[in-house]
């Protein structure tokens, strides 16, 4: 029975540092922002002519151009690009683009 109460002893408080860590890193990441912490989006993605284009923040000429067409993804990211996605960070414009097949 001894054994036992020193194992508990000994876990409750392993399991306690592990929490805490795990939440200030989740917190407290350096590079990762909160959505409502982001204000000034880098770039939009959205549709142009059917297609995926990534326009700079503010400016209605596109920089760049995809052969993407919006009619072959799925209607969720289709209707989400006609709205307009705005991209906060070069990483993630990567990833949207990756997704999308570009």
Sequence with gaps: MQTKQ???LIAVPVLIFALSV???A???LPGQTNAAERTDALYTLREESGKLALFKAGEETPVARYDIYLS???EVDAAALRQGI?????EELYQYLEDYGA
């Design 26 to 28: 989740l917190l407290f």
């Design 6 to 8: 020193i194992v508990v």
């Design 22 to 24: 795990g939440l200030f």
């Design 86 to 90: 705005p991209v906060y960070t070069r």
């Design 72 to 74: 072959l993804l799925p």
